[in-house]
């Protein structure tokens, strides 16, 4: 039996966040990525909802907004052991998120937490506990300030991955508080240990265990495909690896499941690169 709990959140007294004036771009344009080396908001950079502390994982669009993803539990309101998606708590839609590099708040529109329990009343015990994806609307006034390459690593290349083999090497960039801004530490290699028997969650090992407040982070798989999102540390039987719940089908379910059907994972402008 594995046993695991959410990776947490950092909650922080005083939060420290980055404002960069608005680039302005037109609302109902379809979207223009900023240079990877100097875009404000990309992959990696933190999130706080109600002063909790994540990362963010994967930037989206629906061909004229721009969203940035987290896990669901980053809303969460029942701590960090409250692993099961259709019975754990979590703040409404509408929740406003700082996105560290934009200007003004987003907006939480989407949290399959609250799409299992309010409207497809799932019951599928695997989809409840790794179904771990919230989308942010940023504000038009930071669009012009995105890219949606993972740093250190580029990519994604590929908006899903095939299911990994064990021993595969996967890729990550972590940024959570408790690194006080080392960003060396950050990007991260590891290894594929084994996947949930329906695919929803990969098991890795990376060379320093994903930390409160790398929560929701984004995965590559070892071609740089969107792998998933850092959801879980587990405590039993593979201490100290972490949890990734698959973006594919996080995704889809998403697509399924609400309004956002149109809504599409973003591929980076920048090379993947193992190095």
Known sequence: MSVSRRLGVFAAATLTVLVVLSTGQSVGAAPTWAPAATAAVHPGVQTFTNGAQ??????FTNGTDVFIG???HCSGTGGNTATDGCTSGSLPIGTPVTVTGASRPGTMVYNSWLTMQQDTHEADSETCAYNDLAIIKLDPADYAKVNPSIPHWGGPTATSAPLPATGDAVYTYGNSELRFGVTQLSPKKGTLVSNSPGGWSHTVYT???GIPGDSGSAFLDKSGKALGIL??????PLAAANGV?????EVAYMQAHSSFSTLQLVLGTEPFTTS
């Open 245 to 249: 719940g698959d973006v594919g089908k």
């Open 70 to 72: 987290q896990a669901a």
């Open 231 to 236: 959801s879980t540390v587990e405590i039993a």
């Open 54 to 59: 994540c990362t963010s994982n994967f930037v």
């Open 207 to 209: 060379a320093t265990p």
